[in-house]
């Protein structure tokens, strides 16, 4: 089994010691239960391509690498505030299938508990939304969507200067299942998809440090059924995945607030 540990400070120590010890025990312990290091199947994604081809086009290339630069500015951002993510949705797929960003999905998609937000969980430690709106625009993704309400169906969505999109999905725990919303903006109406509660591991995803989950074909036959390998350019978010459902509506109270389009 392989582990990856973040770089971390060490105590200072005397001249007659021969051992270090981290600077922070407490941060070394936490991120050491969570330090299972994952590889992406090379073998995997060589046999998918030789099935399904490459998309090698011009749109192709200008795509992954403006998703990459997307990625790793999210990635950078998140990871100074402390807030895990993990790869999720077309993008987890990717990784999974192809070790690769899937050109035709055109976005980037992530996911974060809730619980790691200050307007959910209600500790002062963690951050806050607005924080990870400002850690966001500092590396220039400005926010243009926000969907839902931090205790129900969250959803922020962010647009890069090369016009790539970032949608950050924000999954709640209910009992051994773990879900994430959406929120169609014309009428308000929401709907939930549904996983059975996973671990994160670490990965390398085009040479970014990433979390994925570690049963990660369980979460994508969760999102897209048993025939994930096969592509799916036609693709409806609302009827589609076969684990979502319908889950009401936003009553017009709240309305202002759990669907803001702040940009087309």
């Given at each position: ?30 991120h050491l239960l969570s330090s299972r290091f994952i ?220 669907v803001q389009l702040l940009e087309p």
């Open positions: 089994m392989r582990f990856c540990i973040p770089w971390f400070r060490l105590a200072d120590r005397s001249k007659s010691s021969v051992l270090a010890e981290p600077a922070d025990r407490t941060a070394f312990v936490r590889p992406c199947d090379r073998e995997r994604a060589h046999q998918f391509h030789l099935t399904e081809g490459r998309d090698a086009s011009a749109d192709a290339e200008r795509f992954r690498h403006r998703a990459w630069r997307l990625l790793a500015a999210a990635a950078a951002a998140l990871d100074e505030l402390e807030v895990p993510f993990w790869l999720s949705s077309g993008t987890c797929l990717g990784y999974y299938r192809q070790c690769d960003f899937v050109p035709y999905m055109g976005d980037v998609d992530i996911g974060v508990r809730i619980a790691s937000v200050r307007d959910w969980a209600g500790d002062t430690r963690l951050p806050s939304l607005s924080q990870i709106v400002e850690a966001m625009a500092e590396r220039r993704l400005r926010l243009v969507h926000r969907f839902g309400l931090p205790e129900d169906s969250l959803e922020l969505s962010f647009r890069s200067p090369d016009n790539i999109k970032l949608d950050i999905f924000f999954f709640y725990e209910d009992g051994d299942i773990m879900w994430n919303g959406g929120t169609q903006a014309r009428t308000g109406k929401k709907f939930r998809y549904d996983f059975a509660a996973f671990e994160l591991c670490w990965t390398e995803f085009r040479e970014l440090r990433v979390r994925v989950p570690c049963d990660t074909e369980r979460y994508l036959i969760s999102n897209y059924g048993p025939e994930w390998r096969v592509p799916q350019p036609v693709w409806d978010w609302k009827s589609s995945p076969p684990n979502v459902r319908e889950n009401g509506y936003w009553t017009p109270e709240q309305m202002d607030e759990a």
